[in-house]
């Protein structure tokens, strides 16, 4: 059983902060987003263990940035996996799309797109995936309000 | 068809003139397994291109993950795949876990395996039933229905449900095993010995269903892979990826088991994965029941569960596939992020690619060979 080192990772990735993670997987891997395609694109051609399958592609909020998270894996040793973050700015909410690298990553972005909001810069077919096509907002925003939202007593 | 007669078609084609059709299946189509809507563009009897449009039973569960309690959450991951309770239950408590570092005992863990493999069997019980019934054959619907019966009153007889059971809690399992339970099941797993081999009967050496499934639908490893593609679609690709094996939790190590693959990646080959996934599925259960330790099924854990601030993902292997959960705390009672990774959404985004070219008629063999459950994509 072998696993992506972590040394083999900073080698990979001299600029960006390469961590230890505690609750999964061996490393995270902080990049700028304008940067995104050029790690994944490393990491797909990792010399010890090419991490080729986008096992999760999605987002959180968190101060003025959302942040993309993907899970990436190994086809041929699924315990070989890395988490790459990268910020994007609630300002601009822009990002380039991986499609030319993931096939499932067309739906995996429109799905972010449709909870969060970011735009995906050279996607074939950006649109909502899970909500009608004339729904307003995101929801999985933070400050995302509705007036059909129940407020829970005493919240 | 003599050489006369086709050579005057060809003819007669060339001279006609053809336009592509849309049509609509679904989104209540009997073989679309849920509200699911396929855009399907003809040109005759071939597909030009599949366009799925879902989203019809969205319920917000990520959303709703974040206002509600990590106990409170159990219930509500049941009715992600309803045909799987126990996966989502037991990938949420593991996240839940691994945030707050609660060590789950190892009673509990067998009851856990056994339910799950229970649920696997259920699952692909269903699966099998209504994949015949797609292709025409009601029969084995009946047979199917059932042994899937005599499951649901072993978990009728656990926790007092039989779909949604919030069994499974953060570091343990509510209820011990009532008293008779290890023999009905061990009753259970003998009378369902034999069954693979009737379901085989039925439909497995039946000549137009082979007809129907050979060579329909083939997925190339590369294709697999590009899409994320999990669980017996994956295995039926060739790709022997099994958590249980490759990456085993809880307490999956103890057993035996093989990880079935089939090199064809057709139709028919997910077909025999599922149905010999079954019998290995029977075979831990049955290690399991005789395996299972003394002890306590619950560990100590605060009754406000705050998990310190993190993050952590844990993925169970599901009948479908990989089933994730990513959960982000903030130190809080509530996480801040309650991400679902469902293996249906990745294995029906393969879906354009593989219906491209195929005969119409094939797209139900195709749709009913992926299993995939429409409201867990929609979530």
Not at chain 1, 73 to 80: E, G, K, L
Not at chain 1, 113 to 129: C, N, Q
Not at chain 2, 32 to 53: C, F, K, M
């Amino acid at each position: 059983m072998s696993t992506v080192s972590l040394e083999s990772l900073r080698q990979a990735f001299p600029q960006a902060a390469v961590e230890e993670a505690g609750g999964f997987g061996p490393a995270v891997i902080l990049t700028s987003v304008q940067e995104l395609p050029a790690a994944v694109q490393r990491l797909q051609a990792l010399k010890s263990q090419a991490l080729d399958v986008c096992e999760d592609y999605t987002a959180l909020e968190e101060g003025d940035n959302y942040i993309l998270v993907l899970h990436l894996v190994a086809s041929a040793d699924v315990t070989a996996r890395v988490t790459l973050k990268a910020p994007v700015a609630k300002a601009t909410a822009e990002a380039p799309s991986l499609t030319p690298w993931y096939g499932i990553a067309n739906w995996y972005e429109r799905e972010v797109f449709d909870m969060y909001g970011i735009r995906f810069v050279g996607h074939p077919d950006l649109r909502r995936i899970l909500l009608p096509e004339d729904w307003v907002g995101h929801p999985l925003r933070k400050d995302y309000s509705d007036d059909k939202l129940l407020k829970r007593p005493g919240a | 068809m003599s050489t006369e007669i086709s050579s005057i078609g060809a003819l007669e084609t060339a001279s006609m003139n053809t336009e592509e059709v849309t049509l609509n299946m679904g989104p209540q189509h009997p073989s679309t397994h849920g509200a699911l809507r396929l855009i399907l563009r003809l040109d005759g009897e071939r597909v030009v291109s599949a366009q799925p449009d879902f989203g019809y039973v969205h319920r917000g569960m990520e959303k709703m993950g974040e206002t509600l309690t990590y106990p409170q959450y159990i219930f509500l991951s049941d009715r992600i795949d309803y045909l799987a309770s126990f996966f989502n239950e037991w990938g949420y408590c593991l996240a839940a876990e691994k945030l707050g570092q609660v060590e789950v005992p190892r009673r509990a863990d067998y009851l856990r395996v056994i339910v799950s493999e229970l649920m696997r069997v259920t699952s692909h019980l269903i699966w099998l039933g209504a994949m015949g019934m797609d292709l025409g054959a009601f029969t084995p619907l009946t047979y199917t229905f059932r042994e899937r019966e005599m499951v649901l009153d072993l978990f009728e007889a656990l926790c007092g449900q039989r779909m949604t059971f919030n069994y499974m809690r953060i570091g343990g399992v509510s209820r011990d095993l009532p008293a008779g339970f290890v023999d009905k099941a061990k009753a259970f797993l003998k009378y369902f010995e034999k069954m693979p081999d009737v379901y085989d009967a039925l439909l497995s050496k039946n000549p137009i269903f082979i007809a129907r499934m050979k060579n329909v639908g083939t997925m190339p490893t590369d294709m697999a892979r590009s899409f994320a593609v999990t669980g017996p679609n994956l295995r039926g690709s060739g790709t022997a990826l099994d958590l249980r094996q490759s990456e085993p939790y809880s307490v999956y190590p103890d057993f035996k088991f093989q990880v079935i693959t089939r090199p064809e990646g057709d139709s028919l080959a997910r077909y025999q994965v599922r149905v010999e996934e079954m019998r290995q599925s029977a075979a831990i259960i049955a290690q399991a029941l005789d395996g299972i330790p003394e002890g306590d099924i619950m560990s100590k854990v605060p009754r406000v569960f705050k998990p310190p601030k993190g993050e952590a993902y844990a993925r169970v292997e599901s009948c479908r596939g990989i089933q994730g959960f990513y959960l982000v705390s903030d130190g809080s009672t509530k996480p801040t992020r309650c991400r679902i990774r469902v293996p249906s959404f990745a294995n029906l985004a393969v879906m354009p690619t593989l219906l491209k070219g195929v005969h119409v008629a094939d797209v139900v063999a195709i749709m009913g060979s992926l299993d995939f459950i429409v409201p867990e994509i929609d979530r």
